[in-house]
């Protein structure tokens, strides 16, 4: 199963867009999303607060790849599944 962790927060409509277009994906049923909350975390919320939403795709080996932000990017999630 491939992993993604969305940086998100909440009442953020291009958060639950890009939740939503990942989901769409045909790929969709072999994917665990983790959204992860960026304004609980003061790291999380330097790191990515005017970025948001960020998504990230953890690779086999558990290295992390940032894929996109503000907008699903189709084709970089699939370059990312097609290994």
């Known amino acids: 199963m491939t992993h993604f962790i969305l940086y998100s927060r909440s009442y953020c409509h291009l958060c639950d867009d890009m939740l939503h277009a990942l989901q ?3 790929q969709a049923s072999g994917m665990a999303v983790q ?3 960026v304004d609980a975390d003061d790291v ?6 005017e970025r948001v939403p960020v998504l ?9 790849r940032e ?6 990017d189709s084709h970089a ?3 990312f ?3």
């Open 24 to 26: 769409a994906m045909p």
């Open 67 to 72: 894929l996109c932000h503000y907008f699903l």
């Open 77 to 79: 999630v699939a370059d």
């Open 81 to 83: 599944l097609a290994g």
């Open 44 to 49: 999380l919320l330097r790191t990515y607060d």
């Open 56 to 64: 990230v795709g953890i690779g086999p080996d558990g290295a992390s």
């Open 35 to 37: 959204v992860i909350d």
